[in-house]
C-alpha cells in the first residue's frame, strides 16, 4: 500500500506537466559574404518572458501576437552572440513569423568579413525551462553539412568551421537516442497509460503482447507525422491522449483483471500516443544531414523504446507479485484504476477547458 501511495504522489507532482521541457532548433548556412540563421521554438516556452495576453482574457489574439513580435525578436537577438576571430557579428537584417502551430520563426542575416570560425553563443537556453534543449545544425553555401549539435543551458556554445574539411563528428544519433529516453521518462501521461494497461498482466508473455502492440502503433503514427504524411494537431492528440487513460482505467474497474482483446486495444490507442511523441519533433522542423528527418525519428522512437523497455522490467515484477496474491490482486487493481481516472480526467479537464 505504502510503495502505490509514493507512486502515485510521484505521479501527481507532474500533474501540471505531463511532457518533458521543450525543444527548439537553429539552423545556419552560409553565403559567400554572409551567414544565415533561422531559429524556431513554441512561443509557449517564452510566454512568462514576454507576456502575450495583453487585455488578461486567456485567449492571445492575432493582434496581441503582432504587439509582441518586436518583443520577442529583440530578446532573441539579444541573447544570440556570434563571434569570429573575437569580433563580434551584428545582424544587418532580421524577421520574424508565427505559423499554426504556435511558434516562432525567426530569421537574421549576419555579414561575413572574417573568413573565421565563428563561435555561436545561445544565451536565449538560460531564459528557457531547465533541460530545454535546441537543436543546431549549420550547412555550408552549396548545402553540405558542417557540423550539427544538441545545445542546451549548460553546453550552449558551438564552433562552426568555415572549411568543408573541418567538418565535425555527428552526435545526432545519440544526442536524439537520449532526448527519446527523457520524453518517456517525464511523459507521465503515457507512463500512466501504460501502467494502466500493464496492471491487469499476470505473467510475462500478456505483457509482451501489450508492449509489443503499445510499441508497433506509436512507431507508426511518430513516423507518419515526422515524415509528413499525415498528422493531427496537438489541440486535438493532447485530449485524446487523456481520454484513452481514463477509458483504460474505467476498463480495468468494469472488466476487472482478465479482458479480452487487451492488445488490440493498446494497439488502437497507441496509434493516438504516436502523435503525442512526434509533437517533440515535428513542430520544430527538425532535420539532420543528408538523411533528413530519418535518423532524428529512428534515434528518438529507439530512445522512447529504451526508456520504455526498462520502466516495465521494474514495474513488472511486482505487478506480477500483487496481482498473483490473493490477499492483494483484489484491491490493487481497483485502487490503481481509481488513480488512472482520477488523473486522466484532470489532464483531460486541463487541456480542454482549463
Known sequence: ???????????????????????????????????????????????????????????????????????????????????????????ESSGINFDDQNNARIELSYPLTIRQDIEIRSDFLALLPAGHQQFLTARSSDGQLLTEK???????????????????QSSTFLSFFSLG????????????????????????????????????????????????????????????????????GLENLVRGNHPKGRHWLTFSF????GFGFAGVLREMDISSGDTGILMPLLSFNLGIETGQITLASIVLPLIWWLNNNPRMSHWFLK????????????WFLERTIL
Open 1 to 91: 500500500m505504502k510503495i502505490l501511495i509514493t507512486v502515485f504522489l510521484l505521479l501527481q507532482s507532474g500533474w501540471v506537466l505531463a511532457h518533458p521541457p521543450g525543444l527548439s532548433s537553429m539552423d545556419v548556412q552560409l553565403q559567400d559574404n554572409s551567414l544565415k540563421l533561422g531559429t524556431t521554438f513554441s512561443l509557449q516556452d517564452i510566454e512568462a518572458i514576454v507576456p502575450m495576453d495583453s487585455d488578461l482574457d486567456a485567449e492571445v489574439s492575432l493582434q496581441e501576437l503582432e504587439a509582441v513580435k518586436p518583443k520577442v525578436l529583440s530578446l532573441v537577438i539579444k541573447n544570440l552572440t556570434l563571434t569570429a576571430a573575437g569580433v563580434l557579428l551584428s545582424a
Open 181 to 248: 529516453i527523457e520524453h518517456i521518462l517525464t511523459g507521465y501521461d503515457h507512463l500512466l497509460f501504460l501502467l494502466a494497461l500493464l496492471a491487469v498482466t499476470h505473467r510475462f508473455w500478456s505483457a509482451l503482447k501489450i508492449i509489443t502492440f503499445f510499441t508497433v502503433a506509436h512507431s507508426i503514427t511518430l513516423a507518419c507525422a515526422g515524415l509528413n504524411l499525415f498528422d493531427l494537431p496537438s489541440q486535438i492528440v493532447e485530449p485524446l491522449i487523456a481520454a484513452t487513460i481514463v477509458y483504460v
Open 270 to 273: 497507441g496509434l493516438i500516443h
Open 150 to 168: 544538441m545545445l542546451s543551458r549548460a553546453d550552449r556554445l558551438l564552433v562552426l568551421p568555415l572549411a568543408a574539411s573541418d567538418k565535425a
Open 335 to 346: 485502487l490503481i484504476s481509481v488513480l488512472v481516472v482520477l488523473m486522466g480526467l484532470y
